[in-house]
């Protein structure tokens, strides 16, 4: 079993920056490929960035690309998602998500584990 613990959120102006955390508890992180998602209110939940097992590699959903970045400390078990350049689009609770297998990663399905979500708010 694997438990998620995100932090970091909260309410920032247009242009701000946030960097969320995601804290796994285990000892098997590293083996672990690890995805950002976010909901905003009456919508579905969305990809937003993954992270292989071992960092090599990364992909994100378009309208984050080059604002956005993933990285991971498998030393302490920890994904996380810089934020740069936040817009009032950005405004949803993220959460974190992880599995253990490879393949698809860009559907809530993909995944076997979820944190319980931090409230990231843009104002413009």
């Known amino acids: 079993q694997v438990q998620l613990v995100e932090s970091g959120g909260g309410l920032v102006q247009a242009g701000d920056s946030l960097r969320l955390s995601c804290a796994a508890s285990g000892r098997t992180f590293n083996s672990l490929s690890m995805g950002w998602f976010r909901q905003a209110p009456g919508k579905e939940r969305e990809f937003v960035a993954h992270?292989?097992?071992?960092?090599?590699?990364?992909y994100y959903v378009d309208s984050v690309k080059g604002r956005f970045t993933i990285s991971r400390d498998n030393a302490k078990n920890t994904v996380y998602l810089q934020m740069n350049s936040l817009k009032p689009e950005d405004t949803a609770v993220y959460y974190c998500?992880?599995?253990?297998?490879?393949?698809?990663?860009?559907?809530?399905?993909?995944?076997?584990?979820w944190g319980q979500g931090t409230q990231v708010t843009v104002s413009s």
């Open positions: 998500a992880a599995r253990y297998y490879s393949g698809g990663y860009r559907s809530p399905r993909d995944y076997q584990y």
């Open positions: 992270i292989s097992w071992s960092g090599s590699s990364t």
